[in-house]
């Protein structure tokens, strides 16, 4: 693992930083749709999984995402104690499955219950109808505010048949179909 990121100094120029509210910056993300993800992850440190909406493509070459997580998760640690992790994609008609693995106080088994899983290479669970499965590898980690920055080399990907697209916009979820 990387060492933590460095904090940058205040201002090179001396000014005084302007901060917004946490309250104004979370009501300005609700408008920045992005995809609705289920991050699991299965090993040593045991078997768990969250819903994440903060997850990106970094590189193609070699294949790398980056996955933010909030440090006061149940499952940072055993993710990163794992070392590995899936970013299993949602379509239409996972809603109820992301609501489930966004509560805090589920314990693990019952996040995963009811629903069909396999692995690829690193053993994290594989959502078998998820639109699209990233098994990964977890490369770096950076310490940011609250939350982990985890870079991690995919080492497998599984793709369903193409449906819709799960999308959290507005703080509510949608539907985004594919280009007939």
């Not at 060492?3 to 979370?26: I, Y």
């Not at 669970?125 to 990233?134: C, S, V």
Request: charge should be negative; include cysteine.
């Amino acid at each position: 693992m990387a060492a933590q990121s460095k904090q940058f100094p205040a201002d090179p120029m001396g000014e005084q930083r302007h901060c917004v509210s946490a309250e104004a910056f979370r009501a300005g993300m609700s408008r920045l749709g992005a995809a609705v993800n289920i991050v699991t992850t299965d090993g040593p440190a045991g078997k768990h999984g969250i819903t994440a909406s903060a997850v990106c493509s970094v590189t193609d070459s070699p294949p790398t995402v980056l996955v933010c997580v909030n440090r006061s998760s149940s499952a940072h640690d055993i993710i990163i104690g794992n070392g590995a992790l899936c970013v299993n994609v949602l379509g239409q008609g996972h809603e109820q499955l992301a609501v489930r693995f966004g509560k805090p106080g589920i314990e693990p088994f019952e996040r995963f219950a009811g629903e069909h899983w396999t692995t690829l290479i690193t053993g994290s669970p594989l959502l078998e109808d998820a639109t699209a499965g990233f098994d990964c590898r977890v490369i770096e980690r950076h310490a940011v505010g609250t939350h982990s920055v985890i870079v991690a080399e995919v080492v497998g990907i599984a793709k369903a048949d193409l449906g819709q697209s799960l999308i959290y916009f507005d703080r509510s979820f949608h539907a985004l179909s594919p280009r007939p």
